[in-house]
């Protein structure tokens, strides 16, 4: 057992040392070089803070990645490189349009079309959603066609990433929530799956320990914003859920939250005459601060929140008792997010 631990704990080690190593040498560069959050905008924060922290995530994330590649883990899908590469080239072209989008603050749709590229990269690299299990019956489903098999996986790589991308609204919020999904995602393919998959466990391991790594500087108060990496964030999150076993019902009970208030705030837009890509102070986490909730209050809600239906899919193994969570958890947010908008006027940033 020793031994099989070991390479989890080593790459955990390795992204977790890095992240908490870099953070404060990139924030000192941020501030060097003015790439700042100026106090107030959609965070509402009181002074300047320093962007680019998600850079620390990207190196811890990628050269404890790597270096797991060199670990003695049973591999044993022939095209799991093939996978790994199409997950560092997508993530690579949405972590430099993130550092662009810190410096020059890039419009919605440049960022749609970036994210899209770096999407069909992974998919052009076998990151894809093939079938799925019906949770009705318990079988798999047949094989989609190959064009259903692109879109589908392109609209929940796209999901993924700008779901974790709006999160990123409070301190501490997208890399908690990330690092809760990666444990998730984590445990499952190296506990749950039969046969385990230690070598895709340890890329959600490596996410984990980035993670965390970073969590410490950007918990309220923040002194660094992941800024436009949360891009990145979201991807790697979303290309992983598929890496890992197809894990997409694993994450969607601990993201069900959060995807519910990005479907929320794209359909309000649109009712109220707004474009849907532009940012506002909509989303479930700033109308709670709005009306006097502290930040780490919040936070821990959504920690709380996440963990406990992460922990469904770890423990329950009915999938008709997980589809009615999820069912659950959509309805107690929408419900929310009604009442909370009843009276609210929403301004656009």
Request: glycine share 10%; aromatic share 10%; net charge positive.
């Amino acid at each position: 057992m020793a031994e099989r631990i070991a390479p989890f704990l080593i790459t955990f080690a390795v992204a977790f040392l890095l992240a908490v190593t870099l953070t404060p040498v990139i924030r000192r560069l941020a501030q060097r070089h003015e790439i700042t959050a100026e106090p107030g905008g959609r965070r509402k924060h009181g002074r300047r803070i320093a962007k680019l922290g998600g850079t620390a995530i990207f190196i811890a994330f990628n050269v404890a990645v790597i270096l797991a590649q060199f670990l003695p883990v049973e591999r044993m899908d022939a095209k799991e490189g093939t996978r790994l590469i199409g997950l560092l080239l997508g993530g690579l072209i949405l972590f430099v349009v993130g550092v662009l989008d810190d410096k020059r603050e890039l419009g919605p749709w440049a960022q749609l079309i970036v994210q899209l590229a770096a999407a069909s990269v992974a998919v052009g690299f076998l990151i894809h959603i093939e079938f799925f299990n019906n949770p009705l019956t318990g079988e798999w489903t047949p094989k989609f066609p190959y064009v259903v098999t692109v879109l589908v996986s392109l609209v929940w790589l796209l999901g993924m990433t700008n779901t974790v991308n709006w999160l990123d609204g409070l301190d501490g919020l997208a890399a908690g929530v990330t690092a809760i999904a990666s444990l998730v995602l984590f445990i499952n393919a190296a506990f749950r799956l039969d046969p385990s998959q230690d070598s895709v466990a340890l890329l959600p391991v490596a996410l984990l320990g980035a993670t965390l790594g970073f969590l410490p500087y950007n918990f309220a108060p923040a002194s660094v914003f992941i800024g436009g990496s949360a891009l990145w964030l979201g991807f790697t999150l979303g290309s992983l859920s598929i890496i890992g076993g197809a894990k997409m019902a694993s994450v969607l009970l601990v993201m069900g939250g959060p995807i519910v208030d990005v479907a929320w705030q794209i359909v309000y837009r649109l009712r109220t005459g707004k474009d849907p890509t532009r940012g506002d102070r909509g989303h479930l986490h700033f109308r709670l601060f709005d009306r006097g909730w502290s930040q780490r209050r919040i936070v821990s809600y959504y920690y709380l929140f996440c963990a406990v239906f992460g922990t469904l899919t770890l423990v329950v193994s009915s999938r008709i008792f997980k589809l009615t969570a999820l069912g659950v958890l959509a309805a107690v947010v929408i419900v929310t997010l009604v009442i909370l908008t009843r009276d609210d006027k929403v301004a656009d940033i």
